[in-house]
């Protein structure tokens, strides 16, 4: 079973989504990859729905790929006395590491680090930025504030600290259980929250030790700073625009999701949009025009692919959401100035023999009736360069591994599919026919361009490529 579309489709799972029915109709209405929140439920719910979830793979004959999203430290002040206050602006309000039911006048803030990395002037945005404070004195284990933005305050609100990089791990002792269970019941992506520096994706990698991709959800106003570093360590990136969005003027977050996707593509590491796309479409069956333009903009920015959170996980229309991402992605990619646009981001191919067949390919594909690329790809470096390149054909993915096949259902324009030997002795064009027209991407007539890096069981770089073109029965070497 084949997409009509190159960019993908996230879809969460949680409380109105995890049967097998809603998986399954989730699925075909085009979901490629699903996502489960470790902020959310224990692990014997991860893993039933894991279950739930190869077993829909096995039913509908596609690899699927599950993503285990990490929670990450969460910041939040403790409780009050009457479970709220209402701040008024420009009065002062203290916050402390003591125990104490809150008042109008103070919170505990249980969290030492932040107090640690304080500093007169510092900002702190409560409850989703709905109040301000600026911070007039600090120590070790208070902080004197005057209240900006003004606002009711209630127990265990979250904290946002846009101006401050805080000294703490993003992966807190519940992560690291977290991680380890996923990786022990062979999920092989994992986003890591709260990312505000390189020494943070390398910690993370470190311990996964090769075992997953890691995606880094950029959120924290530091980690922009350093991108171009973040994006070289890590194995994709996502533009988790919730905490984004708070931490930075909301003028500024549609040009960093642009500066965002565009390292991403020109460093060929695939990138997500994600975030309140279709967030009314929790509880209306349509979205706003405003969301769907969102959705829009991500496929002419050429992400590899755009997320629904609550609105798959908790939200009255699952299906319909997904079934709404489905049309805006299809109408935009069907829109005549769509190749521009895309074209417009597009990484410039380096002087590399992997490089200059890849860009070869995806000429050839111009100049040729050509129905897709097909790469054969032991470690998915293969595919995952050919996608870099925006081909205007699918790329289909052969590889005998159905981990790589799982990784690549999230990338843009891949098509995987498993295949059971691999071998410098195969004759790869004739398994590239039969499976391309197996899949229902060839007929007679068409071409199809091969790349591989051979000797095709190491991980060697891309350094063949074929033209075949699709007979009756028989394929003919061009």
């Avoid at 030790?209 to 924290?220: F, Q, T, V, W």
Wanted: proline content about 6%; charged content about 25%.
């Amino acid at each position: 079973m084949r997409r009509s579309r190159q960019t993908k489709i996230i879809a969460t799972i949680g409380p109105v989504s995890g049967s097998d029915e809603v998986l399954e109709n989730l699925f075909y209405a085009g979901a490629d990859v699903f996502r489960l929140n470790f902020s959310h439920g224990s692990h014997e719910e991860h893993a039933a729905q894991l279950r739930r979830v190869r077993a829909l793979e096995q039913r509908v004959g596609r690899p699927i790929g599950v993503l285990a999203d990490l929670q990450g430290p969460k910041l939040r002040v403790g409780r009050f006395a009457d479970t709220k206050v209402s701040l008024e602006a420009g009065k002062p309000f203290r916050l402390d590491l003591s125990a104490e039911p809150g008042c109008v006048e103070r919170v505990q803030l249980p969290h030492p680090e932040i107090f640690a990395a304080l500093h007169t002037g510092a900002q702190l945005l409560l409850d989703d930025g709905r109040l301000c404070l600026s911070v007039t004195a600090c120590g070790p284990d208070f902080a004197d504030t005057k209240v900006v933005t003004s606002g009711v305050l209630s127990n265990n609100k979250g904290v946002n600290l846009p101006d401050v990089v805080l000294d703490v791990s993003p992966l807190t002792e519940k992560d690291r259980r977290d991680l380890e269970f996923a990786l022990d019941i062979g999920i092989s992506l994992v986003a890591l929250s709260f990312v505000q520096r390189p020494e943070d994706v390398e910690e993370a990698k470190s311990l996964i030790a090769g075992r997953a991709h890691l995606i880094s959800k950029l959120e924290k106003p530091s980690a922009i700073d350093e991108l171009e570093e973040i994006i070289e360590l890590t194995d994709a990136v996502m533009v988790a625009r919730g905490d984004l969005g708070v931490e930075l003027p909301p003028e500024t977050v549609p040009a960093i999701q642009k500066q965002i996707i565009r390292s991403s593509r020109q460093a060929g590491k695939p990138v997500i949009v994600a975030t309140q796309m279709l967030d009314s479409m929790i509880t209306a069956p349509t979205p706003t025009r405003a969301e769907a333009s969102d959705v829009a903009n991500a496929v002419y920015e050429g992400a590899d692919a755009v997320m629904l959170s609550g609105e798959t996980a908790m939200g009255k229309y699952p299906v319909q959401a997904v079934r709404m991402m489905e049309r805006i992605i299809r109408h935009s990619e069907s829109d005549p100035a769509y190749p521009e646009l895309l074209n417009a981001g597009q990484a410039k191919p380096k002087r590399t023999t992997a490089d200059t067949i890849t860009e070869s390919a995806s000429r050839a594909s111009l100049s040729l009736p050509t129905a897709a690329i097909v790469t054969f790809t032991s470690s998915g470096a293969t595919a995952l360069r050919a996608a870099r390149r925006r081909p205007p054909v699918p790329i289909l993915a052969l590889t005998p591994s159905l981990r790589v096949a799982r990784d690549l259902a999230g990338v843009w324009g891949i098509h995987a599919v498993e295949v059971a030997v691999m071998d410098d002795h195969m004759d790869m064009e004739a398994l590239a026919v039969r499976v391309a027209t197996g899949e229902n991407f060839a007929t007679r007539g068409d071409h199809l361009v091969i790349t591989a890096g051979l000797p095709l069981r190491t991980m060697g770089p891309t350094n063949v490529m074929r033209l075949v073109q699709v007979e009756a029965g028989t394929t003919a070497g061009v």
